[in-house]
């Protein structure tokens, strides 16, 4: 069964006036498709305003389509009664981790996913420890929260849904506030997350680095996805990523330059590492 099956789903969001008269209707989604698999790890790329955001609360049944369908797991996210499951199906964690911290401990902040679910105590503590480890900050446990990094703190969130088991997490610009160690931390935990635990990964995303694991890539823009495929085949077209106010890895942009000057270079190149290797074969 398809993890996340979006079928021509849109939505408009109302403007209100101050008297909370519906004045306008700004569509933010206009007919998204996309189908993910379990497992999978998806990158979302777009400009501000190309609708991501909107795309990502559709995934946790924050808000369900106005036309069209979505499926989590094989839940119709419209219907009242699967909220809860979809929920717990797929774990959201948001671009400023300051706010989804609340415990003044570590270990206590990420209890409370498997505390609210209900669990009994052994269980809980034995989620935390794992969930920990996972996001490799257990050595943090007894820490508080304020005294961490941003990368620390955003881990330490990961580690607070991880621990409620969800199939899949959708991270919404979850590096966007973070110094560039943080951000490695973060992207290696979203990638140790998927490839050990399996966990389905949706990272929506303004660094076009931080896509270059993915399996897949959606490009969004005005509210559609432009563009879908894997990195190598997505930036071989810088000209319709520059279009949607996208830029591609800085090596695959050396590699462009260079082929144009002339040098050999296959197309799609995606690390230093694999632009490296392509020079030194043409030599
Ligand atoms: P992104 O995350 O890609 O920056 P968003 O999903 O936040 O894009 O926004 C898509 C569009 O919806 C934009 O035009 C934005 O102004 C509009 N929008 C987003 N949130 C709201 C809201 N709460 N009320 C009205 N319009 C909104
Ligand atoms: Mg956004």
């Known amino acids: 069964m398809d993890m996340i099956n979006a079928s021509k789903i849109s939505y408009a969001y109302e403007r209100m006036d101050e008297e909370g008269n519906a004045v306008e209707r700004v569509a933010a989604l206009r007919g998204v498709d996309m189908q993910v698999q379990p497992g999978e790890f998806i990158a979302v790329l777009g400009a501000n305003g190309s609708g991501k955001s909107t795309f990502a609360r559709q995934l946790n049944a924050l808000i369900a389509p106005t036309e069209g369908t979505l499926y989590i797991d094989g839940m119709d996210t419209a219907k009242e009664e699967n909220v809860p499951n979809v929920r717990r199906t797929t774990g959201m964690v948001f671009q400023n981790p300051d706010n989804q911290i609340i415990a003044s ?155 144009k000057a002339g040098v050999p270079v296959p197309e799609g190149i995606l690390t230093a590492e694999e632009l490296v290797e392509a020079l030194c074969c043409f030599h």
């Open 105 to 259: 401990v570590v270990e206590e902040d990420v209890g409370f996913g498997p505390e609210n679910l209900g669990l009994e105590c052994s269980k809980i503590w034995e989620r935390v420890e794992e969930s920990l480890k996972a996001v490799n900050m257990y050595a943090y446990r007894k820490a508080a929260p304020g005294k961490l990094s941003g990368g620390q703190k955003q881990r330490v969130a990961i580690a607070g849904i991880v621990a409620m088991r969800p199939k899949c997490i959708v991270l919404d610009e979850p590096t966007a506030m973070l110094d560039p160690k943080g951000r490695r931390e973060v992207i290696r935990t979203c990638r140790a997350l998927n490839e050990v635990e399996g966990v389905t990964i949706i990272l929506i995303t303004h660094y076009m680095e931080e896509a270059i694991y993915a399996d897949r890539i959606y490009c969004m823009d005005k509210g559609q996805v432009r563009l879908c495929g894997t990195p190598k085949e997505i930036f071989s077209r810088p000209e319709e990523l520059a279009a949607m106010q996208l830029d591609v890895p800085q090596a695959t942009k050396l590699g462009y330059e260079l082929k």
